[in-house]
């Protein structure tokens, strides 16, 4: 189904009458680097980046949601909820309201459109008459509100990113009735290397000047295509990366016993469900291990907006910045532990990704102070001149951003 829907335009999608303007309209690519750390485009090794960011408009940052994850930072990108709200609390989580388990690992889940509480920015669209391509953004496999995208694929972690490129590319040349209007781009090599060999390892930054010419080769292919005056590019990171390693782990068994919890995510954040009754020794456990703020459901401060989910668990654990949580003991450690990792808290500046944004609808040569990412959406529905669903964000907090903050003149 997915593939014929590739192949030119998906008989399932549920679509209204097609607009006639679609010309006339603005056209989006939004670029995803994941785990690309607000601070890495001033190495010196972002020729393209820092063009774009110099000639466009850039944030000095862009803050993410908590918990500081990639999928529930994706779908805050293009629903401009927080994650409580668009329900995908987690890379992996129990939702009980649903009875069902959601992990970013798991196919199934990913395309259960049940996980998925809030409407992305392509359902707006191909409710509105625009064709859209999510290629690889978390929840384009998935069926939302009765709608499906236009174009997708699913998600292949093996595919290089130069043919993630290529295929883009190809959605755009369609001819115009079938050109879709919205698209993105995923590329998870510099979150990758950060994971494995830290935020400030040469490999890291080899990841780093690599990802950079992926955007150089769409800037290119555009600019061959004589479209590149035309399409507008909204780059942003799920969030940022810390510096993580062996010498600080605090091992689960050391203070909790195996058999007394479940645990959804583990590394720099546990979410834990106690056994029946044991959530007291659980907590009390957890509460000893000192670089870690242990959270029960009701108390999680209120910055982190995750209150009034069900599919919050009982406990919660914080690593501080740099640690890690890990299962086992300190005694039997085997398991190798990341260089990198995030998932912390999301007001650390660590955790913090880019934005950059170019084209037509763009101010230029513009930097502004960092801006949480739930204001992106509000962001792209106007440029797309989508019509927004309630969300988390303003579109006020981001007008300067835009050539003609006023109106859709120029769009
Ligand atoms: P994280 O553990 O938060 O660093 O997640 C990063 C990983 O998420 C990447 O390495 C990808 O393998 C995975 N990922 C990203 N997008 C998707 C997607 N649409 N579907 C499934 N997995 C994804
Ligand atoms: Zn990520
Ligand atoms: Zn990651």
Known sequence: MIAACMLGGCAATARGARAPDHEERATVVLVSLDGFRWDYLDRGLTPTLTRLAREGVRAEAMVPVFPTKTFPNHYTIVTGRYPAGHGIVGNSFDAPDIVARFSLRDRRAVRNGRFFLAEPIWVAAERQGQRTAPLFWPGSEAEIGGVRPSYALPFDDGMPDSARVSRLLAWLDLPADRRPKFLTLYSSTVDDAGHEFGPDAPETDLAIARTDSVVGALVGGLRGRSRDGEVNLVIVSDHGMAPTGPDRVVWL???????????????????????????????????????????????????????????????????????????????????????????????????????????????????????????????????????????????????????????????
Not at 299 to 313: E, N, V, W, Y
Not at 379 to 390: D, I, K, Q, S
């Open 253 to 411: 068994d050391d203070y909790v016993s195996p058999g007394a919890m479940r645990v959804d995510e583990v590394s720099a954040l546990l979410t834990a469900w106690p056994r029946e009754g044991l959530e007291d020794s659980v907590y009390r456990g957890l509460k000893r291990a000192p670089p870690i703020q242990v959270y029960r459901r009701a108390d999680l401060p209120a910055r982190f907006r995750l209150r009034g989910s069900p599919r919050i668990p009982p406990i919660v654990a914080i690593a501080e910045e740099g640690w890690t949580i890990a299962r086992g003991s300190s005694t039997a450690a085997s398991r190798a532990i990341a260089r990198g990792n995030h998932g912390f808290d999301d007001s650390l500046s660590t955790m913090r990704g880019i934005f950059v944004a170019h084209g037509p609808a763009f101010r230029r040569g513009l930097t502004v102070p960092p801006f949480r990412n739930i204001h992106v959406y509000p962001l792209l529905a106007e440029v797309l001149r989508v019509a927004p669903a309630p969300g988390d964000g303003s579109l006020d907090s981001v007008r300067g951003l835009l050539a003609d903050p006023g109106g859709r003149r120029s769009r």
